[in-house]
């Protein structure tokens, strides 16, 4: 290996911009949480928060609760993962005003969201900082970022695999820069690629539409499968996804606080 001349390393030690040495927290990526398969997990979206839930997982919504729930998680054992829409504007959101017209599509099948244009980096990687910086001041863990398969949908915008392949490393990015690890959510076609970029995933109704078998590049590299059914019973589901080492459980649509683990 080429030696640099000690002056040389004193000018790069000097003009290397500073925040550039090591993550904004501080912390080496090494440091970050990395959940591995076959771990419980409560995810409850609605409702007045029931933190008793004995599982060392809970997923939650990052805006609507506060640091003292992310620690009062903390202090009962629980990693805590925070839930964000990366990929839709909701209008209920105290952060909606930022997004400008211009990259709000069409809706996505929930009240008050509508799909983002994800090729606008240069608008909403800092709106996604802000958010991903919120997750980290109130303690989570992680960070799952939701509606992250806006090209396999009509978003109003020509949205292709590789803009969102693009879209999904700087979300994954932004995440491990501020020392959180982060989950694919669905987006199944693209786990060959994204795999190594992501740290677990989330899926909902994999059973259903017999697509469990396409999460497992995540278990075989040793990392958490997150997921949930609606609609089957757990004597149709679970067995399968028992075999599959996935963290599996049937929940109702509102995400609230009951839970029918497998």
Same mark, same amino acid.
């Given at each position: ?6 002056? @040389?390393? @004193? ?34 979206? %609605? ?11 809970? *997923? ?7 640091? %003292?729930?992310?620690?009062d998680l903390h202090r009962r054992g629980r990693k805590v993962i925070c839930y964000l829409s990366t990929g839709a504007w909701e209008d209920f959101r ?79 990015? @932004?995440?491990?820069?501020?020392? @959180? ?29 017999d697509e469990c078998e396409r999460l497992t590049p995540f278990i075989s590299a040793g990392k958490a499968v997150f997921h949930v059914e609606y609609e089957?019973?757990? *004597? ?11 963290? %599996? ?14």
């Amino acid at each position: 290996m080429r030696r640099v001349p000690l002056p @040389l390393l @004193l000018l790069l030690f000097l003009f290397v911009p500073a925040g550039c040495t090591s993550p904004p927290d501080g912390k080496p990526p090494a440091d970050r949480w990395r959940p591995e398969p076959g771990l419980a997990w409560q995810w409850q979206l %609605s409702g007045k928060l029931d933190p008793a839930v004995d599982v060392p997982v809970y *997923d939650i919504d990052g805006f609507d609760h506060p640091k %003292s729930a992310v620690d009062d998680l903390h202090r009962r054992g629980r990693k805590v993962i925070c839930y964000l829409s990366t990929g839709a504007w909701e209008d209920f959101r105290p952060d909606a005003a930022k997004f400008p017209k211009s990259v709000l599509g069409r809706g996505n099948g929930w009240d008050g969201e509508r799909w983002l244009d994800i090729r606008r980096t240069d608008i909403l990687e800092p709106l996604m900082a802000e958010r991903i910086d919120m997750c980290r001041a109130k303690g989570f863990d992680a960070v799952e970022p939701d509606n992250m398969d806006a090209y396999a949908n009509p978003t109003g915008f020509p949205i292709t695999a590789t803009d969102q392949l693009r879209y999904n490393r700087l979300i994954a990015r @932004l995440a491990h820069d501020r020392g @959180l690890a982060v989950g694919l959510k669905n987006d199944l076609d693209q786990i060959p690629q994204l795999v190594g970029d992501f740290d677990f995933a989330v899926n909902e109704q994999c059973a259903q539409y017999d697509e469990c078998e396409r999460l497992t590049p995540f278990i075989s590299a040793g990392k958490a499968v997150f997921h949930v059914e609606y609609e089957l019973t757990t *004597d149709e589901f679970c067995p399968g996804v028992r075999r599959l080492k996935l963290s %599996s459980m049937l929940k109702k649509y509102e995400l609230g606080v009951w839970r029918q683990p497998c």
